[in-house]
Structures are given as C-alpha cells and as structure tokens.
C-alpha cells in the first residue's frame, strides 16, 4: 500500500519525517527528559469510586460530564471525510468519566483488556461487543476522525496537546489496538475499554519508553445518575397542577435514545399517574410525549407519538384505566420549555405532558 492510500494528515506526516528524521531524532533525545514515562498519578487525578485500574498503572487524564450522550461502537467505525463514522452504535445518556491510563511495561494489550473483561464481568456487567485492529475500522491512530474519537470528549486533543503523557500514550501507527463494550443492567452503567500498544510519539515523549507499555482509555456512563435525581410526582402534585394549569410535566417516564420502550426505572411515576386517574373518575387527558430538537422533525413527531402511546398501553394495561379516558399525541420539539442550545435545555425538553381534555 502506498501512502496515497493514507489519510491527508499521514501522508503530509511521512514526508515530514523522512526529511527531518535526523532532526526529529535529536530533539527527541533532547525533549526525553522533558516528558519521561510517570511513574505515579499525574497530580489532581485519582480514579473514581467502584472501577478499578489495570495493577500498577498510572492515571494520566481524567474528563467528567454531569450529563453527556455517548455512542458507544458496535461495529466498525470508517474514517471518511476526516470524521469517524459509526455503523452501528449502543446509545447511552447519563453521567460520563473518561479515564485514560499507562500500564507497567511488558503487559500486552490483549492481557490488559481480559483483566478488565474478568473483573467487570464479576460486578455483574455482560459483553455486548468486541473488536481487534482492523476489524474494529480505523483505529491505527489516536486523532480526531478515527476509532477514539467516537469515544472521548471533543476537548480532550486540545487538554491532552503533543507535550503531555496522555498524548505520548497514544501515537500513529498504533499496535494491537482492543475494544470491549460491557453494559450493566442492574446498575445501569455501560462501560468501553480501549487497549493498544502506542506508536510514533511526538518529539516531546520518550518513545522508547512509551512503547513498552500498554495506553488504555476507559468510558463509563451512569445512565441512573440522573434519573434518581428526578422527583417522583406524586397523585397529588400532578391534580394540582392540572388545576392549575390545564396541564403537568412528568419527567420520570424514561426512554432509551430513539426508543418508545418505557424504562423499568418509570415504573413510580406510572404508578402515580394510575392513582391520580383512580381517584377522579371523570378525568380525561391527553397523554403528549415530548422531544428535543436533536434529530429531524417528522422523525421526532412520530416517536414522540409512540411514546405517548407507550405510556397510554402501560396505564390500560397494568393500572386499569380505560383507554377511552386517555389520547396519545406527539409533537415532538413544538413545544419547548427550555433552550435547545445545551445538553441541560434538551434533558429538560424530553419529557411527557399530560394535558385535560
């Protein structure tokens, strides 16, 4: 293969280095000490409570979002157009750490990512996909547009630069690069695990050094975080605000991203809204899912109308409440409460209204 074949920053790469190899060579020498191999955890990190590390590795990036979406791969991922792009994703919203490790020399890659598949199987977390190399796409170097990219938060290039051990630890032209994806659905936690062995570093890192440990990069999202912290309304509540005015919000029926299957998780706020309609007979309501903008319209209406039907089929079904009594409607990212600008407008945009008749 000639570097035709390669991607526009490889191929401007190669040439660079060719001409300059002596030079690059020397400030290499030079920027060694610079940037040694850590021997403990960069200062300000420290792992979060419940994961564990590979034995003896050193923390080198730590990146924490309260509420974050990830698509997590499973499947190959294609560099095309400078952007990776995902075949198939497992789509998860909810508290996000992102970690990113160096592991004692001498430790494959492989063994690193079967001791987090052994230990995070024994928490009670099941496999959902695995890839190597070139099965998992474009995943030979650590930059934007390829397999990491899909995985880590879009400053993390611009905290980690060229003069950092987490940008040491990762390189082009990367050996032996790993994936696992493991979901929990007793503690509703996903967690991905990356693994390679890092290749040509910037002159800034001792790349000798470096290329005798393992980089591992590992995404956790805590999709209950956020839920738990949602107030259940009560029968109650909800009478009053219909009184008040003609409609309420209920935020704690949940769904997964593009999905009109109600979450086992909405089981309380179902469970108050099958109470209020127990004690006023009479009450008629439209049950109106709501979305954000993310997405295209006439795709939003008619999931948020599957939603709303969603939660019309469980109250008939479980509660005993006659359907005659409630109308399923959707509209989508209508009617907003909230700006649409950031991920805090949108959570509170994705809700379900109910509304008098």
Known sequence: MTDLYLPTHA??????????????LTAGALAQANNPVPTKDLKGLTDPDGLKRYAGSVLTYRDDAAYDEMKFPVGKVVYKDEQASIA?????????TTLQYLTPPGKSALEVLRNYQQDLKAAGYKPMYECTAEACGSADW??????????????????????????CGGGAFIGDFRYALLDNVATGSTIAVLTWRPGDTSVYCDEAEYKKRTSVIVVKVDTKVREQAMETLSANEMGKSLDASGKVAVYGILFDTNKADIKPESKASLEQIGTLLKQQARLKLHVVGHTDNVGNLPANIDLSKRRAEAVVAALASTYGITRDRLTANGVASLAPVASNGDEAGRAKNRRVELVLQ
């Open 11 to 24: 191929r401007l790469l190669l040439p660079i280095r060719m001409a300059f190899g002596a030079l690059l």
């Open 88 to 96: 198939r994703s497992h789509d998860r919203a909810g508290q996000r």
């Open 142 to 167: 650590i930059t934007k547009g390829y397999f990491v990219s899909t995985l880590v938060p879009g400053a993390y290039w611009n905290h980690v630069g060229d003069n950092s051990p987490a940008a």
